[in-house]
């Protein structure tokens, strides 16, 4: 059995990287090399969902955009916790040595996010109708 130094195991991921980055750099040179380059003044000006930009890029948004913003983080992060759970939800009595302690730790979680998601329904966080912040 041959030796060799164990920082050779690293040569396969090195190897996928430059290959990685080799191929990004050649298909951007490729593109550059090949596309056609007519700019005009169309095609320089701002673009934005179809539409010609008109006002101020730096308008003011309505606080409810960052609300609803912030509760769609919570409930990604909601999932983000569940998911390792849910996989290792059969296992938790052999691991934590208590029959009910992950189903106890998921119901008292969800009733944190439920809390929350109750206090922002009741402060019309949802209700847009309302809202002329933002014109």
Not at 10 to 26: D, R, S
């Amino acid at each position: 059995m041959q030796s060799y130094p164990y920082i050779w195991n690293y040569l396969p991921l090195v190897l996928q990287v430059l290959v990685a980055l080799g191929m990004a750099g050649g298909m951007v040179g490729a593109s550059y090399l090949v596309g056609r380059h007519k700019n005009s003044r169309t095609k320089l000006g701002p673009y934005e969902c179809g539409m010609d930009p008109i006002g101020d890029a730096r308008g003011r948004f309505s606080v409810r955009f960052y609300l609803v913003a912030m509760l769609f983080i919570l409930f990604d992060v909601e999932a983000v916790f569940m998911l390792p759970w849910a996989v290792i939800f059969k296992k938790l009595p052999a691991i934590t040595g208590q029959a009910m302690f992950g189903f106890w730790e998921m119901f008292v979680y969800i009733a944190f996010v439920a809390v929350g998601l109750f206090y922002v329904w009741k402060k019309g966080v949802f209700d847009w109708s309302n809202d002329k912040g933002d014109l």
